[in-house]
């Protein structure tokens, strides 16, 4: 088992990974009758794309002897109405790292190939842009 989830009412959920024991708490969004005071659901995915980008290029960087220490990542989630659902995930890194033209590509693939970018349903439309210095 990879997590357990407690209702804790308000819409609120407490979300425990087993193996380190942190937990996330969160919230149904203001516009769907929440509170907004932590991650929604959906925001959980949106942030896991470039949380799952930046680590997998991080891990190719040590081959590449490249540092990506304070690389940010923003990312935007849309949502549509009808369905309700992500529509939109858009994903901007701002790497900082002088990096040279073969390196960037190979880590921009690398990204490109993160698990949950892979995992994302095909109509959800991913805006994804990379930002060296």
């Known amino acids: 088992m990879t997590s357990r989830i407690t209702y804790l009412g308000d819409l609120r959920t407490s979300c425990e990974h087993l193996q380190s024991g942190t937990t996330i708490l969160t919230d149904a969004p203001t516009d769907n009758h929440g509170k907004g005071e932590a991650f929604s659901p959906t925001d959980l995915v949106a942030t896991s794309l470039g949380s799952c980008m930046i680590s997998i290029m991080a ?12 690389s940010t990542i923003e990312v935007t989630k849309i949502m549509q109405a009808e369905p309700r659902k992500i529509s939109k995930i858009v994903v901007v890194l701002n790497m900082p790292a002088l990096v040279d033209e073969k390196s960037k590509t190979i880590l921009e693939r690398v990204a490109m190939n993160c698990p949950v970018l892979l ?12 930002k060296w210095k």
Do not use: A, Q, Y
Not at 59 to 70: P, W
């Open 59 to 70: 891990i190719k960087s040590k081959d590449l002897e490249v540092d990506l220490i304070n």
């Open 119 to 130: 995992s994302l349903h095909p109509d959800i439309e991913k805006d994804i842009t990379f």
